[in-house]
């Protein structure tokens, strides 16, 4: 694995299809806390015990106040260097001409709607450039603004702050001996077609990712992954890279610190990725 940016941008001009995987690092220096590692825990919990569906049976009140709590975080963010960086880039690719069969798209795991809220302020900078003319962003674990009934089939996009009453405050009790209140499951978000219980619109542990097939697809004929911000430990997102590389494609990862596989990539640059990024692709 190099670190030799001039390599590293030689291997993106003669990418064909380029594809970027991306976790929470990307949204980090927007002050979203990552999952795991010092960022991982909300009140004493770790963030990962509660992205199942089985700790929403066990305790919907619990797990709706940590998605609220984030729900608020995600409302007060903007995005940062590296969206930006991966946004542009995007349009650059576009006005260069690249055969129509060309891509680049981001795979993101995170939920917080960033990249696509830069995506339309870049845009809307360059508002005579052609536009992406196919999805650029597969946010493959949901969007914490969708929220979803249990019972029916709806899903409404939401940014109501706060999402119900009862959750209104409980976003600032986020300190480890804060003792978690109780809210009765009729006064957490009900479904505004049938009244039943909703839940975050996001994909938890054993419940299929989004966007299956088109990854699938991508993967499969890409020549160059870039792995942001992303621990690499959740699958299928954690196997994106080797099998690009398996295919004979290349990988970079841009990584704070070390993350699991990343001796097996082409590239590894260490660093914030809000800043290795616009370095890279600028
Ligand atoms: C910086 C930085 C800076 C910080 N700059 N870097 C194969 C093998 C083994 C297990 C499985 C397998 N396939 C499937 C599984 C099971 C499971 C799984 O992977 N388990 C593992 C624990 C082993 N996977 C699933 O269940 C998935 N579903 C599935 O495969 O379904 C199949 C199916 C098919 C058909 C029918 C039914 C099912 C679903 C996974 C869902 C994950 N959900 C969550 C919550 C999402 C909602 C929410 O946001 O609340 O997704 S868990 C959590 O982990 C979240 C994240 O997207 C995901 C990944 O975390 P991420 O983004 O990598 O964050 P961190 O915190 O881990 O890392 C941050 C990184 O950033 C670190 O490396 C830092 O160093 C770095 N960093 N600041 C650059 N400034
Ligand atoms: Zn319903």
Not at 260 to 280: H, K, N, V
């Amino acid at each position: 694995m190099s670190a030799d940016m001039d390599a590293f941008q030689g291997v993106l001009k003669s990418s064909k299809n380029i594809l970027c995987v991306a976790g929470a690092g990307l949204s980090a220096a927007s002050g979203i806390p990552t999952f795991r590692g010092a960022g991982g825990l909300w009140r004493k919990h770790n963030a990962t015990s509660l992205a199942t569906p089985k700790a929403f049976k066990a305790n919907p009140s619990l797990v709706w106040q940590f998605y609220h709590y984030r729900r608020e975080s995600a409302l007060k963010a903007e995005p940062n260097a590296a969206h930006r960086a991966l946004a542009q880039f995007s349009l650059a690719s576009i006005r260069q001409n690249l055969a129509p069969d060309s891509t680049f798209t981001l795979i993101t795991q995170n939920v917080d709607g960033l990249s696509a809220v830069c995506l339309e302020e870049v845009l809307k900078q360059h508002p005579d450039e052609p536009q992406p003319a196919q999805p650029y962003i597969l946010e493959m674990h949901g969007r914490i603004f969708d929220v979803k009934c249990t019972k029916c089939e709806h899903v409404e996009f939401s940014k109501a702050s706060p999402i119900c009453d009862a959750l209104g405050g409980t976003e600032k009790l986020i300190d480890r001996q804060t003792a978690d209140s109780d809210i009765s499951v009729a006064d957490l978000p009900r479904c505004a077609n049938c009244g039943s219980l909703t839940r975050p619109g996001v994909v938890w542990f054993g419940e299929r990712p989004f966007h299956m097939p088109s990854i699938d697809k991508l993967v499969e004929k890409s020549d160059l992954c870039l792995v942001v911000g992303t621990s690499s430990t959740v699958y299928p997102a954690a196997g994106y890279a080797a099998e690009v590389q398996s295919l004979g494609g290349k990988v970079a990862v841009f990584n704070l610190d070390r993350s699991d596989g990343d001796e097996d990539s082409d590239f590894l640059f260490l660093g914030p990725c809000e800043e290795t990024l616009p370095r890279a692709l600028g």
